[in-house]
């Protein structure tokens, strides 16, 4: 029998009842077929979490179509595991969908993918898969599970930098990372397409989905204008000099740059930026690239793949997806999580996640709440 690094432990006979979770995807294919091949029980499911699929894919966006299903199905007889569609629609539209507008009105900008991972894939999957009698979860996320002789799990970055998913998993608790499989984390996006065509899996060159999968022509202003509708109010400068109009505070994040619309240039030539969303006054304040130094930060409702963080340790963070590390100090303060950055970072909101790392591993993750940053004259 042949295995992976960070399989569970197995029963006597070396076999894990494993659940498959398949998007439609490759990556989920090659890992759902890796694990039939360590010699594992494996059935594959796909999460219907849409209750009006589309017939067909927009490009390269989503994973949650009819075209989707029917490629997880295609895989799974290929792999020749037994497949079943499980209705999951209800629970993601309350947890992930529902979650996603309610954070932009309230001037926050989330993560739904992180959400996704928390509350449905490793939560209402987990939970249903151990009702049911399986040993753990398998997906196709590239992240690496490392046991220790002590008998910990640990959350470690992926070996493909490019492709790593730690910052999305990083809210998983020690008790979900024991029911956990991520075969794919040793192993670079390259290689599994090519095992996928040696495989004879017809997703092989299936092109990745990528932004909100719940937003398939990629329009995020505009689904949430649907849902918000419209709300003109002010764009002003720091010092509260009203620049122009907008039609509502939850089509800007922080950051932003383009699409402002503000007439007139600043006095000293330089673009503009968003510095701060106010739900409450529905405004939008612009100003500098330096007023986006973010110095410090708190953050809420932690959770830790393992122990919590040392009282003023030394780790890196990442502060949202994709970003780069940054050297920080930690601490666990009355439940919430307090970092100090060593160098600022721009760009950083509330709403975002805040995950951090002790080398490749993953410690735990936390929801932004407030920023500290530099202050800038308009």
Known sequence: MTDFPGAPTAASNGRLRVLAAMSGGVDSAVAAARA?????????????????????????????????SRD??????????????????????????????????????????LRCNEKIKFA???DKAIALGFDAVCTGHYARIVDLPSGERQLHRAV????DQ???????????????????????KDVIRTEAEQRGLAVAKKPDSHDICFIADGDTQGFLAKHLGTATGDIV????????????AYGFTIGQRKGLRI??????????????????????????????????????????CGTEPLADGAYTAQLRAHGAEVPVTASVVDGELRVELATPARGIAPGQAVVLYDGTRVVGSATIATTAR???SA
């Open 36 to 68: 039939a091949e360590a010699g594992h029980e494996v059935t594959g499911v796909h999460l219907a979490l849409s209750s009006n699929p589309q017939s067909f894919r927009t490009g390269a966006r989503g994973c949650c179509t009819i075209e989707d």
């Open 374 to 376: 530099r202050a800038v």
């Open 166 to 188: 730690s910052y999305v998993l990083g809210v998983l608790d020690a008790d979900q990372l024991a029911h956990s499989l991520f075969p794919l984390g040793d192993t670079t």
């Open 72 to 113: 997880a199905r295609r895989a799974a007889d290929v792999i020749g595991i037994p497949f079943y569609v499980w209705d999951l629609a209800e629970r993601f539209r309350e947890d992930v969908i529902d979650d996603f507008v309610a954070e932009y009105a309230a001037g926050r900008t989330p993560n739904p993918c």
């Open 124 to 126: 209402a999957l987990l």
């Open 263 to 304: 007439g007139r240039p600043a006095a000293d030539g330089k673009p503009r930026y968003v510095l701060d969303i106010s739900p409450v006054d529905n405004t939008v304040t612009v100003g500098p690239a330096e007023g986006l130094d973010v110095l410090s930060l708190t953050a809420i409702r932690p959770r830790w």
């Open 160 to 163: 493909d930098m490019a492709k």
């Open 237 to 248: 400068d720091a010092d509260g000099t009203k620049l122009g109009e907008h039609e509502g």
